[in-house]
């Protein structure tokens, strides 16, 4: 993925991690890794500190995920003295170009807020509405993800997303459009909306679907990447800097399509 992307055009990178092991794998692959600078260092939590630090100094732009376990990174992307916080909340993005649809997709937040609050889901739109009007999309249409789409005192999540829409509503939330409670049907399909009577700017051209919890969104993701014709990147936004924090069994092009994403 780092030559692919040198090559492209896209950044150089900065590798962390046992020398002699990257040495090894590039004479395999016989990938030229003489043009980027290797830190040298066998342990894993350290090299994750130590590409952490790479970031926070200036020396690196963006962190991203090698074949470390995403605990370990995470540890040291939350460190309190040298971590990549900002006191605000972090939160992953997955981004999908799939077949039959005329824009990305974005799905959040698929692996980093377990059960996020009303406030925590407020927080996650804004950082994915900035992330999108940093890929040129000006006014992205937010869906609040349930199983339902009309508001249930028993679903909890169906009263967040009316919160949340007359948040948008009043101005609280700014920058996009967010309706729902939406089921995934009448959010990505205008067909399903209108059967079922659904007037709304977002049903079936929504940009954003807003997860209501982790398992809901590691599910959906991994749906989209397994069971459909896609391509796709993840990166975590709300750091100091942008951390691509891919799968270790994701893809060559998805690794480069997540340093891609960053980099924009």
């Known amino acids: 993925a780092v030559t692919e992307a040198r090559k492209l055009g896209l950044c150089d990178s900065i590798l962390v991690g046992s020398a002699e092991k990257i040495s090894a794998i590039a ?4 990938f030229d890794i003489s043009p980027f600078r290797i830190v040298d260092e066998k342990d894993p939590k350290k090299s994750a500190a130590i590409a952490t630090g ?20 995470l540890r040291a992307v939350l460190n ?7 006191g605000g909340l972090i939160s992953h993005v997955g981004v999908f170009e799939l077949s039959g649809y005329d824009r990305l ?14 406030s925590e889901k407020k927080s996650i739109i804004e950082n994915a ?10 006014v992205p249409k937010v869906a609040p993800l349930c199983a339902v789409e009309v508001v249930n005192e028993a679903m909890p999540a169906t009263i967040d997303a009316a919160m949340l829409s007359k948040m948008n509503d009043r101005g609280q939330l700014k920058g996009c459009i967010v309706d729902g409670p939406l089921a995934f049907d009448n959010a990505m399909s205008e067909e399903a909306a209108k059967h079922k009577g659904i007037k ?16 809901t969104g590691n599910v959906l993701y991994k749906s989209f990447v397994y069971t459909t014709k896609c391509k796709n990147g993840a990166v975590l936004l709300g750091a100091k800097a942008p951390v691509v924090l891919t799968s270790r069994a994701d893809t060559f092009e998805t690794k480069v399509n997540s340093m891609a994403l960053a980099i924009m």
């Open 54 to 73: 790479l970031v926070r100094s200036g020396e690196a732009d963006i962190l991203m995920k090698g074949l470390i376990d995403t605990a370990t990174l």
């Open 105 to 118: 997709i974005l799905v959040t937040d698929a692996a980093f807020t377990i059960a996020p609050t009303l």
């Open 129 to 138: 509405v900035d992330f999108m009007h940093s890929l040129g999309i000006e």
């Open 200 to 215: 709304s700017p977002v049903a079936g051209k929504a940009d954003i679907l807003l997860v209501p919890n982790i398992e």
């Open 27 to 30: 004479a395999e692959q016989n």
């Open 80 to 86: 309190k003295e040298n971590g990549l916080r900002t």
